[in-house]
């Protein structure tokens, strides 16, 4: 009864290792199609209203696709393409953007409203329990 239940975890195991070494060498070897949606799809078509550079056919967005395509033909990683993407047109071209000091306020604003709201609240809820 102890070796079966002791083979059953050791079994456990080891198929949580492999899925772990296939799931990491499936992105290891990711197609450059697959590489090309997922950086475009991070970065905004400058021309478009909020659309992505992977779904959009402007000028602008086929210029940056070839871009991209020309420097994952250079090996180049993602986030070198990205950096040098954002270096040449600047931190709105991304949809996420980057947590740094010019942009702490936007990251940290929507929870300033959340926490004045609150108090507001809870103003109103003590006002009305008073009553």
Same mark, same amino acid.
């Given at each position: 009864?102890?070796? &079966?239940?002791?083979?059953?975890?050791?079994?456990?195991?080891?198929? /949580?290792?492999? /899925?772990?070494?296939?799931? @990491?060498?499936? =992105? $290891?070897? !990711?197609?450059?199609?697959?590489?090309?949606?997922?950086? @475009? &799809?991070?970065?905004?078509?400058? !021309?478009? +209203?909020? +659309? !992505?550079?992977?779904? &959009?056919? $402007?000028?602008?967005? %086929? @210029?940056?696709?070839?871009?991209?395509? =020309?420097?994952?033909?250079?090996?180049? &990683?993602?986030?070198?393409?990205?950096?040098?993407?954002?270096?040449?047109?600047?931190?709105?071209? %991304?949809?996420?953007?980057?947590?740094?000091? +010019?942009?702490?306020? %936007?990251?940290?604003?929507?929870?300033?409203? %959340? $926490?004045?709201?609150?108090?507001?609240? /809870?103003?109103?809820?003590?006002?009305?329990?008073?009553?």
């Amino acid at each position: 009864m102890k070796y &079966s239940l002791f083979y059953s975890h050791i079994y456990l195991i080891l198929f /949580i290792l492999i /899925i772990v070494f296939i799931s @990491t060498g499936l =992105e $290891a070897g !990711t197609t450059p199609k697959e590489k090309l949606k997922n950086i @475009t &799809s991070k970065l905004r078509c400058m !021309t478009c +209203q909020n +659309q !992505t550079i992977y779904d &959009s056919d $402007a000028e602008f967005s %086929l @210029t940056i696709k070839d871009l991209i395509k =020309e420097k994952l033909k250079n090996n180049e &990683s993602e986030k070198e393409i990205v950096d040098f993407i954002v270096n040449r047109y600047g931190e709105y071209i %991304l949809f996420e953007p980057k947590m740094s000091k +010019q942009n702490i306020f %936007l990251w940290i604003f929507p929870f300033i409203i %959340l $926490a004045i709201s609150l108090v507001f609240l /809870i103003i109103r809820i003590k006002k009305n329990t008073d009553k």
